[in-house]
C-alpha cells in the first residue's frame, strides 16, 4: 500500500491531485513542475537526472526502491 502522497516513481510526490517533481542536486532542491499524471512527473525527473550524472543528487527521503 502507498503512502499518502507518495509514489512509486523517485522524486515524485502527490499534491492534491496534482503530482510534483523535483530533485536535490548539490544539496539544493530544484522543483521540476507539477504535473497531473505521475509518469509525465517521472519521465521530467528522469530527463533531470541524466543532466547532473557527475553532480552527487541527494533525495528527500530514503529510497524504497
Known sequence: KKDKGSS?????????????????????????????????????YQKELVKFEDVPVQYETASRY
Do not use: D, P
Request: no cysteine; proline share 0%.
Open 8 to 44: 512509486i516513481y523517485r522524486g515524485v510526490t502527490k499534491s492534491g491531485n496534482s503530482w510534483i517533481a523535483q530533485i536535490y542536486i548539490g544539496g539544493k532542491k530544484k522543483y521540476l513542475g507539477t504535473f497531473k499524471t505521475e509518469i509525465e512527473a517521472s519521465k521530467v
